[in-house]
């Protein structure tokens, strides 16, 4: 649908709003380039769309400056406190998992080979200073 001709607002369906959203929210797209490329008028328009049909959570006063051209791998949306506080928990629980196998290896190490590992302090080295 790259027409580029002017279209009024009776023309937009449901479904074609939620195709430019997707676009814009992707990264396809930014909703100016979304604008210019379907002939939509209104210099609001397509974000009035995003508020409405997008993803984002508006009611947090995020800005439309958030969503920038770029590709989705670099878009980054701000996190509501609480998607941050979920993030930072599965992270943390993660980070957990991974030290509680470290211990276990090392528990390994020791009791059936008798490997003793010893945890270097940081900035210190084990060797002795040559003199």
Do not use: C
């Not at 209104?42 to 508006?58: A, F, I, N, P, Y």
């Amino acid at each position: 649908m790259d027409t580029g001709a002017k279209r009024s607002q009776r023309d937009y369906t449901l479904t074609f709003k939620l195709s430019v959203v997707d676009q814009v929210e992707k990264g396809e797209l930014s909703y100016k380039e979304a604008q210019r490329r379907y002939g939509i008028q209104g210099r609001s328009t397509v974000l009035v769309w995003l508020r409405k049909h997008g993803r984002q959570d508006w009611s947090q006063g995020a800005s439309i400056r958030t969503l920038r051209t770029r590709p989705m791998d670099e878009l980054t949306l701000p996190l509501t406190p609480e998607q941050r506080i979920k993030e930072l928990e599965e992270q943390l629980a993660l980070a957990n998992q991974k030290a509680k196998f470290f211990e276990d290896v090392v528990d390994v190490l020791k009791n059936d080979y008798g490997v003793s590992i010893v945890k270097k302090r940081s900035g210190k080295s084990l060797r002795k200073p040559k003199p």
